[in-house]
C-alpha cells in the first residue's frame, strides 16, 4: 500500500520530477506529512495512548482523526486490535515502523525548542534508566562528528534510477 | 511573527489542550507541517535552490509555492533578497533557522529508507570532506547512546506552565 500511495505520482499528472519522486522524503511526507500525523505518533509514543479517545484530546477533528487513524493502519505505522476482555473496543498501537518515527518528532521538537519556544522547552525527552537528556544528533560512520548543513552533501543512492542520477547536481567535495 | 502564529491557538476555538499547545513539536508543525514544506528547505539546502523557478521543479503549485515562501519568510525560515547586479530578481535563502532544519530532513529521509524504498535509499546524505555516511541519532547526554523508542520518556520542561506540567503523565521508567 505504501507503494501504492508513492507510485501513482511518479510522472504523474501534477509534472512532478524526481526532487520529490525518487526520494524517501517526500515519500515520507506523503505518510505523515502533515500537522496531526507527528502530534498523533507522539502522543502514542509518549503518551500511551491508544484509543480514539485518547487522541481526541489533541484537539483534532473527530472526522480528521478517524481519518488519521485508518491512514496509519493502512501505511503500517499502526495496528488495530481488540482487547479480547473488552472486544468492542478498538486500540491503535504503533507498529515497529511507527515507533522509528521518535527520531523525527524528536528532531522536530529540538527543532521548536531552539527557535519557537521563548519561554525554554514544554519537556524535555530523557532517557529511560539513567535519565539524561536527549537530543538529536547527525553522526558520520567515518568521523563522528556533524556540525551543521554546510557539512552534508547529497548523493545519488541504489534506488536513484541511474538517469535521474546523471541529473543530479555535483555539489563538489 | 513566530509567537503571533503559535499564541492564538492556545485556549482557542478548537479546543485544543496542552498536548499540542506547550509542545515544540506542535509549534515547528505549524510552522512547517504539511508536505512542501520540508521539500522546499530539503531543496534550498542540497540543491542550492534559491529562485522562485528553482522550487518550482518540485512541481508544486505556483499559488502554493508563494504562499510557503512568503510563509517561511514571515517565520524567519528564509530571508528575501534581490541581488545588487540583478535588482529584478528575487531570491530566497535560508537563514540560520532554516538550516537547522537539516536534522529534520535526514531523520525524516532515514525513515523513508528504511520503510518506503524498497529499491534502497534514492540518496544518501554524506559529509563535506571525509565522505562518509550521515544518519541521524538519538544521543543521551549522560549515557550517549539511546537504541530505540522504549528508551525515551517525555518530562516537563522549563516552558511548560506548572497547573499543565502537573497535568502531564508520570511514565516512571
Chains 1, 2 share one sequence.
Not at 500525523?37 to 484537539?59: H, N, Q, W, Y
Not at 486490535?81 to 511507527?98: C, D, I, K, N, V
Not at 544528533?137 to 548543513?149: F, K, M, P, R, Y
Request: aromatic share 6%; hydrophobic share 40%; net charge negative.
Amino acid at each position: 500500500l505504501l507503494h501504492a500511495s508513492a507510485s501513482p505520482t511518479v510522472g504523474g499528472v501534477l509534472g512532478r520530477t524526481y526532487d520529490n519522486e525518487v526520494c524517501s522524503a517526500a515519500r515520507a511526507l506523503e505518510v505523515v506529512g502533515e500537522r496531526w500525523s507527528l502530534l498523533i505518533a507522539r502522543k502514542a509514543l509518549f503518551a500511551g495512548a491508544t484509543r480514539f479517545g485518547d487522541f481526541r484530546s489533541l484537539g483534532i477533528a473527530t472526522n480528521v482523526l478517524a481519518g488519521r487513524l485508518d491512514g496509519f493502519v493502512a501505511a503500517g505505522i499502526m495496528t488495530r486490535r481488540s482487547p479480547a476482555e473488552r472486544p468492542e473496543q478498538t486500540e491503535y498501537l504503533l507498529t515497529e515502523q511507527g515507533r522509528e518515527l521518535v527520531t523525527v518528532v524528536v528532531a522536530l521538537t529540538a527543532w521548536g525548542d531552539r527557535w519557537l519556544a521563548p519561554d525554554g522547552p514544554p519537556v524535555h525527552y530523557t532517557h529511560t534508566g539513567c535519565g539524561g537528556r536527549i537530543a538529536p544528533a547527525l553522526v558520520c560512520a567515518d568521523c563522528g562528528e556533524v556540525h551543521g548543513a554546510d557539512e552534508v552533501r547529497v548523493r545519488p543512492g541504489p534506488g536513484m534510477p541511474a538517469h535521474l542520477a546523471a541529473r543530479m547536481p555535483d555539489p563538489g567535495d
